[in-house]
């Protein structure tokens, strides 16, 4: 499926005038109000920070229907705090799979996280995923279509909408 925006430059020849137009009314795709501690969380992404410049360490949690059950994200914990912090999380929302960050810093989190819940027994899949720019734009692009087709819904959070207003569209020579 064609992202809908690129449908509308390419195909159509509109302009897109506003980052909003990425992704349609931000109200409309942030329409859940808030965890639910008794969603079936079939999975957990975190994406790791080491605390600086306002990033956050951030798990997020979908359902088989994906719809967002978990947005958590903090910057306050040290290392260790922040690996027991994510084990109780697991028990809470008792995820099939975990699919965490590995780059940078992400290696050494992803190994203090896989021991820590292998010694807390609990039992998941755990997954590595090193982000790149080509994966975060077929990830993107994968998203949109579904975000305009309502096929996914999402927590509504500021920061997450200041997040999805990061993204824009830019159209180089090559399309």
Known sequence: ALPYPIFLCEYLGEFLDGISELWGDLTKVCTLSGNNPNGNCDTIGIDWSSGTNNDYTVLSGFNLFNEQVLLDYFNDKTPTDTIAYIVTQLKKYRPK?????????????????????LNAGINLKFEVFYMTNESKRRIIETLIPKVHNQEVSFINDTVLKLQFSGFTLKSTPTG
């Open 97 to 117: 799979r975990v699919v965490v960050e590995g780059n940078s810093i992400g290696e050494i989190y992803a190994d203090m996280l896989k021991k820590a819940i």
